[in-house]
């Protein structure tokens, strides 16, 4: 093979990578991207290590749709508004680079305030139904006894959330969530850092909206094997959450 042969063949070759690149870039940008759960603040709705789809095109697009977000703009374009209950990857405030996932729960304007465990939106107590007690949470490196219970918001929407019986956050100060902010909790309400802690994630600006999770497409529970350890894959594989939509 001549000199010019191996050179185009080369070309050829940076070519097509380049190309397939952008076109990941492209889906990871505008339409789904994968992320990983690293931690216990959405149990039980979701677990660590659970592998999930997040549409990226539900809220619209900001600096945060594409990778290590560029200072391009501070617009988001083809901006559709989340809705109370939505599960939501966002940026946090603090950084605008760590990624969290949490739970809409309040919209621009709303004031929320926790009274002796119980969720009030604008002065009105959400419904909430317990359905199990004495389930084993994990918070951390720490194990939690907790009861569940199946929540309503003011929209309609349904949804687990668990609490200890006597958790850290029984009640607070009111939360009035400013003009084009969210508010956002973690279902498992007493191992979760979110908008309640105003100092290090707070209310949400829409610019920080990432997007909607869709679906779990794969789940390891790390505490039984990770998956460098392949041969023990059939012990920690979660087949019942495979594909599971949320």
């Known amino acids: 093979m001549n000199t010019k042969k191996i050179i185009q063949s080369i070309y050829e070759n ?3 990578l380049i190309g397939a690149l952008i076109i990941a870039i492209l889906i990871r940008s505008l339409l789904f991207q994968p992320f990983y759960i690293p931690s216990s603040s959405m149990e039980p709705t979701l677990l660590v290590g659970d592998r999930i789809f997040v549409s990226k095109y539900t809220y619209g697009y900001s600096k945060h749709s594409f990778p290590f977000s560029p200072n391009i ?9 989340p809705k109370r209950g939505d ?17 809409l729960i309040g919209l621009p304007g709303d004031k ?5 465990g119980e969720i009030f939106i604008n002065n009105k107590k959400i419904l909430r139904k317990q359905i199990e007690n004495k389930i084993i949470i994990r918070c951390g490196n720490f194990f939690l006894e907790t009861n569940t219970y199946i929540e309503t918001l ?12 006597k958790g850290s956050l029984q009640n607070s100060k009111i939360f009035k969530v400013p003009e084009n902010h969210y508010f956002l909790l973690g279902d498992n309400r007493d191992c979760s850092k979110d908008s309640r802690y105003l100092d290090s994630v707070g209310y949400v600006n829409n610019l920080n909206l990432v997007g909607e999770a869709k679906l779990i497409f794969f789940s390891n529970d790390t505490n039984k094997s990770s998956l460098l350890k392949f041969w023990n894959i059939n012990k920690s594989f979660r087949i019942e959450r495979l594909f599971k939509g949320l």
């Open 14 to 16: 940076v070519k097509t």
């Open 73 to 81: 703009t501070n617009k988001r374009f083809y901006s559709k508004k």
């Open 154 to 165: 003011p929209n309609g929407f349904k949804h687990l959330a668990v609490y200890k019986k």
């Open 87 to 103: 599960l939501v990857v966002f940026k946090t405030p603090a950084d605008n680079r760590t990624d969290y996932i949490k739970r």
């Open 112 to 116: 929320i305030q926790f009274i002796e």
